[in-house]
C-alpha cells in the first residue's frame, strides 16, 4: 500500500470526497421529489476515483466526463449550490438550468462537460488537447469515460489521434463493471480494459479506483507524462456504482450480495479509517467533515429551491437557429409535411424487403432476394 500524504491533503481528499457522497445522497431524494429533473445518473461509489483524479490535476488542466458527472464538477471546485441549481433547472444552475444532470459544465473551472453520448466525450478531450498544443498552453486534458464508452468507434479514434499527433492527453477508463446493464465480459472481446489501446501505442495500466491514494499516484504520473513527454496513456481504474445505472433502473442484472460487497471496501469509509489509523487524521477531524459536507448540501438545496425558474421568453436563448426569428428551424424552412423520399410507399423495394425481413439478413446466402437499382 502507498504511504498516505501529508494530514492536510488527506483532510481534503477525504473533505471532497464525502461531500460529493452527501451531494450525490440529497440528488437522489430531490430527484425522487421530482425537485430535479430529466434523467439521474449517480456515482455513489466512484468518489476515489474521481477526487484522487482532480487532487493532482492544475487549475490549467481540462477535465472532461460522460452524464455521470456531479461528482467531477464538484471535485473541480464547481460550486456544489450551482450544480444543485442545475439540477433543479434554475437560473442559478451551471449551464443557468438548461443543461441538467447530464451537462454540468463550468468554462471557468476547466470543467468541459458533461456529455450525454457515450464515448462522445473522447473526440473532444483530444480537440481540447489539440488546441493546448496549438496555443502552446502547458495544459493537460483528462478524459474520463465509462468502460462501455470503450467498444465505441471514438475510442478508437480518438486513440489513435492522440498517439500520432502526441496530444497532452490522459484516459481513464472509469470501469464500473457495467455498461447499464451489460457487464464487461458480455460487452467487450478484450476485458482487460487497460490494453485496448496498446495497438495504437497507449499503454495501459489497472489500479483499484477504490483507493483514492493508489488513483492520486497512478493519475499523477500519467498526467505528468502527458505534459512533459506529450505520451497519452490509459488507466483502468476498478470501481462501483453503488445505484442502479440511472435513477430508473430495477437492477435486475446483479445480486444484492455483489452490490454488498463492493459497499464492504467502500472508498471513503476505508480512507477514513486508514487515516484514523495511521494518526494522522482524529476522529474529530473526520466527524468534521462529515458536518461540513451536510451544512454545504443542506445549504445547497436551499439555494437551488429559491433560485428562479428561467423566464418563458428565455426559451429560445442559446439555440442555434439560421434565421434571426427564433424557432424550429427544420419546419420553418420546409414545410411540415413528408418529404419526397420519406413516404414508406416511396420506399425501393430492396430497402423494404430488408427491413421487412431484418437487415441482419442482409447479404446472407438465406437472405431475402435484394434486387440491384431503385433510387
Ligand atoms: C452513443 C450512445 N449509445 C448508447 C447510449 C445509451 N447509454 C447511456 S449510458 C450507457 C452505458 C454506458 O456505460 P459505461 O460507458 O460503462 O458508463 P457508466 O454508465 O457505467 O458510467 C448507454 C449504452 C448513449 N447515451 N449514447
Ligand atoms: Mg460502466
Avoid at 444552475?93 to 470543467?111: A, L, N
Avoid at 424550429?328 to 420519406?342: I, K, L, N
Wanted: aromatic share 8%; glycine share 12%.
Amino acid at each position: 500500500m502507498l504511504d498516505l500524504p501529508d494530514a492536510g491533503t488527506c483532510y481534503e481528499l477525504l473533505a471532497r470526497m464525502s461531500l460529493i457522497r452527501r451531494f450525490e445522497e440529497e440528488a437522489g431524494r430531490q430527484y425522487q421529489r421530482a425537485k430535479a429533473g430529466g434523467f439521474l445518473h449517480l456515482g455513489i461509489g466512484e468518489e476515489a476515483t474521481i477526487v484522487g483524479t482532480t487532487s493532482v490535476m492544475r487549475d490549467e488542466d481540462y477535465l472532461i466526463g460522460t452524464y455521470r458527472t456531479h461528482g467531477h464538477a464538484i471535485a473541480r471546485g464547481t460550486e456544489p449550490k450551482r450544480v444543485m441549481a442545475e439540477l433543479f433547472g434554475r437560473v442559478d444552475g451551471t449551464s443557468g438550468g438548461r443543461g441538467g444532470s447530464m451537462h454540468i459544465f463550468d468554462r471557468e473551472k476547466r470543467f468541459m462537460g458533461g456529455y450525454g453520448i457515450v464515448g462522445g466525450n473522447l473526440p473532444i478531450a483530444a480537440g481540447l488537447a489539440l488546441s493546448s498544443e496549438y496555443k502552446g498552453e502547458d495544459a493537460v486534458t483528462v478524459c474520463m469515460f465509462g468502460d462501455g464508452a470503450s467498444n465505441t468507434g471514438n475510442f478508437g479514434e480518438t486513440m489513435n489521434l492522440a498517439a500520432l499527433w502526441s496530444l497532452p492527453v490522459f484516459f481513464l477508463v472509469e470501469n464500473n463493471l457495467y455498461g447499464m446493464g451489460t457487464s464487461v465480459e458480455r460487452h467487450s472481446a478484450q476485458t482487460d480494459l487497460s490494453k485496448k489501446a496498446e495497438g495504437y501505442g497507449i499503454s495501459g495500466e489497472r489500479i483499484d479506483g477504490m483507493d483514492v491514494i493508489a488513483v492520486r499516484e497512478a493519475v499523477a504520473e500519467g498526467i505528468r507524462q502527458a505534459r512533459e513527454e506529450r505520451r497519452p496513456t490509459l488507466l483502468e481504474a476498478f470501481t462501483y456504482r453503488y445505484r442502479g445505472h440511472s435513477a430508473a433502473d430495477p437492477e435486475v442484472y446483479r445480486e444484492r450480495e455483489e452490490v454488498e460487497e463492493w459497499q464492504r471496501k467502500d472508498p471513503i469509509e476505508a480512507f477514513a479509517q486508514r487515516c484514523i489509523d495511521a494518526d494522522v487524521l482524529g476522529e474529530r477531524e473526520v466527524q468534521e467533515v462529515r458536518d461540513k459536507a451536510d451544512e454545504q448540501v443542506t445549504a445547497a438545496v436551499e439555494f437551488a429551491e429559491s433560485s428562479p425558474e428561467p423566464a418563458l421568453d428565455s426559451l429560445y436563448e442559446s439555440l442555434y437557429v439560421v434565421e434571426e426569428e427564433a424557432g424550429w428551424y427544420a419546419v420553418d424552412e420546409r414545410s411540415p409535411e413528408p418529404h419526397r423520399g420519406e413516404r414508406e410507399e416511396q420506399m425501393p423495394q430492396a430497402a423494404r424487403e430488408l427491413a421487412e425481413a431484418g437487415a441482419a439478413y442482409g447479404g446472407q446466402p438465406d437472405g431475402p432476394e435484394v434486387e440491384e437499382g431503385g433510387d
